[in-house]
């Protein structure tokens, strides 16, 4: 089989029954299904329904690409990472919110557009679907900086060479799936000098509709 016909497809097994047992009013559910396996027998399938997430990887003139370090609680650790966020907000598309992620979280704008890697995060135990874009002619943004909250209050940034960025990947020191990911499929195509590219508008059949749990919850508000 050649690489062109190497690809993923929908399928589905039986579902017998689903309920949903945890809705955090902030982020995610978790569904557990009763799910008809192929020889007929019954599996258990904890799910942890996500709205999805955009993640950034800005390249500037000078081949470096932009780092934000953040605090991360389930790993105790600060991971170096793209600019990235959920897809919390209904009705604004993958784009829209990879320009207002870019914004918020670097103080950037960015004249050009494209998808480097779409990714299900870990699609044993979650429908996480991710997109990452490529975004160069980055420029200053001249509106106020956006003050972040919590986490967000405490970022750190910086611009690394592309080549020392794909090293820390390799060498086991940047661990973040949306940086892996990205900076990989950016060395990849920087190779190939940037000629198998998808444009930014490129179909997303695997983006959630779900626009997370705060969203379900009757006089709930998502983050502006």
């Given at each position: 089989?050649?690489?062109?016909?190497?690809?993923?497809?929908?399928?589905?097994?039986?579902?017998?029954?689903?309920?949903?047992?945890?809705?955090?009013?902030?982020?995610?559910?978790?569904?557990?299904?009763?799910?008809?396996?192929?020889?007929?027998?019954?599996?258990?399938?904890?799910?942890?329904?996500?709205?999805?997430?955009?993640?950034?990887?800005?390249?500037?003139d000078a081949g470096r690409v932009l780092l934000i370090r953040q605090y991360r609680h389930p790993v105790r650790r600060r991971l170096w990472e793209p600019p990235a966020g959920l897809l919390d907000e209904p009705g604004e598309g993958p784009l829209d919110a990879a320009r207002r992620e870019l914004f918020e979280e670097a103080h950037l704008r960015a004249g050009r557009w494209d998808v480097l890697v779409d990714a299900f995060t870990s699609p044993g135990m979650t429908d996480e679907a991710v997109r990452i874009y490529l975004a160069?002619?980055?420029?200053?943004?001249?509106?106020?900086?956006?003050?972040?909250?919590?986490?967000?209050?405490?970022?750190?940034?910086?611009?690394?060479?592309?080549a020392d960025a794909v090293a820390a990947v390799v060498g086991g020191r940047i661990h973040n799936p949306l940086a892996v990911m990205g900076l990989l499929a950016l060395d990849h195509a920087h190779r190939a000098g940037f000629r198998d590219l998808r444009p930014a508008d490129a179909a997303w059949p695997e983006m959630s509709d779900f626009s997370g749990s705060a969203g379900t919850q009757p006089g709930s508000t998502l983050r502006p």
């Open positions: 089989m050649t690489a062109g016909g190497v690809a993923d497809a929908p399928a589905s097994y039986p579902v017998h029954e689903s309920r949903t047992g945890f809705s955090s009013g902030r982020v995610v559910d978790v569904r557990t299904d009763q799910v008809v396996m192929p020889d007929g027998s019954t599996a258990t399938r904890d799910v942890v329904v996500h709205p999805g997430a955009v993640g950034i990887i800005a390249l500037d160069r002619d980055v420029t200053e943004a001249t509106e106020p900086a956006f003050e972040g909250e919590h986490e967000e209050a405490d970022l750190t940034s910086e611009w690394v060479p592309l």
